[in-house]
């Protein structure tokens, strides 16, 4: 199961911070990814974070702007969204991967999804 919070509505240049809960098992043993789907156009990948050595990865759109970090305390991934832009808006979701790598996590198998959580940035 992976329970989402944060989102909202911001204006340019704001900032937001996502949650993804996941259970122990989850987070010590699968990557966990950050997708998102504007309106009208396909789901696309944002970020990810692995499970072993919590190396990242990011889309060129969002580098420089976006942060994923993992508290295995409380088994919470998290993506730290600053520099909002208009074109950052839509639904965003976490998935657990098949694997602990994020090598590819674009197009591989997701082994669960959390439900999305809408961000809108808007002036």
């Known amino acids: 199961q992976l329970a989402q919070s944060g989102g909202g509505t911001v204006q340019p240049g704001g900032s937001l911070r996502l949650s993804c809960a996941a259970s122990?098992?989850?987070?010590?043993?699968?990557?966990i990814g950050w997708f998102r789907q504007a309106p009208g156009k396909e789901r696309e990948g944002v970020s990810c974070?692995?499970?072993?050595?919590?190396?990242?990865k990011y889309a060129d759109s969002v580098r420089g702007r976006f942060t994923v970090s993992i508290d295995k305390d409380k088994d919470i991934v998290y993506l730290q969204m600053n520099g909002l832009m208009p074109e950052d808006t839509g639904i965003y979701y976490c998935?657990?991967?098949?694997?602990?790598?994020?090598?590819?996590?674009?197009?591989?198998?997701?082994?669960?999804w959390g439900l999305g959580t809408q961000v809108t940035v808007s002036s």
């Open positions: 998935a657990m991967l098949a694997n602990y790598w994020c090598s590819g996590f674009e197009g591989g198998i997701k082994k669960k």
């Open positions: 122990q098992r989850t987070v010590d043993y699968y990557a």
């Open positions: 974070i692995s499970s072993s050595d919590a190396s990242t």
